[in-house]
């Protein structure tokens, strides 16, 4: 095992600093440029991405993401990073972010891993300074020290880890494509047909949580925990099962669907459907969702959803003959989705317990 620094095994790169990009090099639709905001933990967040034009990656060709290369935010969750993968190679990266490329790009996945690692993520925020927001230097990734085994032992760990985290993406984008197809069919047949109900005729509320999302955050449970954010905790206590909804009620409209034992917080509002309506009702909450945030979250300061005002909201309700139909074929799609979460949340627990014994030497691959 030797010690090595990140300056010592890659470039570290920061910007592209002084330099404007024009309101015309971004575009609707061209070459994704990965922000902080992008920065996920270990992935890409795929929301908000903004694009450049060609123009922008032909005058900062060095600005360019590789596969193998590791994304840092500047500011915000620094402890954070991004393993550039093919998928994403060809992206431009933007100002707010620093680059780390190996000089060996059989190194990157081990070295993307040990920073994963909550020793290195725990000295990332120990040295970060900020009197509002957490902010990361190139001087300081560069001083962080690397542990690396003989080249065998570094490409098996690589291997291993990778392939876990590949069938959690994989799970992931299975999922993307599944709620794709649910929302599709529900558009088809249902979005314009004339209303004939309203939302609180299909609406059966589940019990308020008394568990705060703080308490949950450091929880280590086998219940997916729900909240008002996007992230998906645990919890040790089952607090709902079946077909539920969960919808933010402050701050901005979200709503979420599972199949199963599950938890969910204070601030979230957990309903079911009537009479088997659960799968609908979900779906008529998203195809509404821009107006949930426009008619029914008010308030002066942090607005809040207005629950009897969405129960009036009118509908159009299935007859039993369309819904048996619907049903039929949408359910066993949300009843995967759910078990892919499920099985994701056991391969993070896995990943997450393997990462410090492989990095430290407790556990070894055999071959």
């Known amino acids: 095992m030797s010690r090595r620094a990140l300056r010592e095994i890659g ?70 990073h991004t393993y550039v993968t093919k998928e994403f190679e060809g992206c431009f990266q933007g100002t707010n972010c620093i680059r780390i490329r190996c000089n060996n790009p059989e190194m990157a996945a081990y070295v993307s891993y040990y920073l994963w690692s ?8 120990n040295k970060t300074g900020g009197s509002v927001l957490s902010y990361i230097t190139t001087d300081l990734l560069s001083e962080i020290v690397v542990d690396l085994p003989d080249e065998k032992t570094l490409k098996a760990v690589s291997r291993l880890l990778l392939t876990l985290d590949w069938k959690i993406q994989n799970n992931n984008r299975i999922n993307d494509n599944l709620a794709q197809m649910t929302y599709d069919t529900y558009m088809h047949l249902f979005f314009s047909k004339l209303p004939n109900g309203k939302l609180g005729d299909i609406i059966l509320e589940n019990n308020k949580s008394s568990v705060q999302v703080g308490m949950a955050k450091s929880a280590n449970g086998k219940y997916p925990f729900f909240t008002s954010g996007d992230a998906i905790l645990e919890w040790n206590e089952c607090m709902v099962s079946g077909r539920n909804c969960y919808l933010n009620t402050g701050g901005n409209a979200g709503v979420k669907y599972y199949v199963g034992d599950a938890a969910y ?50 509908i159009y309700i299935p007859c039993e003959e369309e819904l048996s139909a619907f049903n039929k074929s949408i359910q066993p799609m949300f009843d995967m989705i759910s078990a892919n979460i499920r099985e994701n949340q056991r391969l993070t627990k896995l990943r997450d317990w393997l990462l410090p014994m492989l990095m430290n030497g407790q556990a070894t691959i055999e071959d």
């Open 11 to 80: 470039k570290i790169q920061a910007g592209p600093f002084g330099t404007q990009l024009h309101k015309e090099e971004y575009v609707e639709e061209g070459i994704p440029m990965l922000n902080a905001k992008n920065v996920g933990d270990g992935v890409v967040i795929l929301d908000s991405v903004d694009y450049v034009s060609e123009s922008v990656c032909e005058r900062l060709p060095n600005y360019i993401l590789k596969e193998g290369d590791i994304l840092f935010g500047r500011a915000g969750s620094i402890e954070r």
């Open 118 to 125: 909550p020793q290195v993520k725990q000295t990332i925020t």
């Open 265 to 314: 917080s204070t601030d979230t509002w957990c309903i079911t459907g009537k009479n088997n309506t659960a799968d609908y009702l979900y779906l008529t909450l998203l195809s509404i969702k821009p107006e949930l945030n426009q008619k029914f979250f008010q308030g002066t300061g942090l607005k809040h959803l207005q629950k009897p005002l969405l129960r009036d909201r009118k």
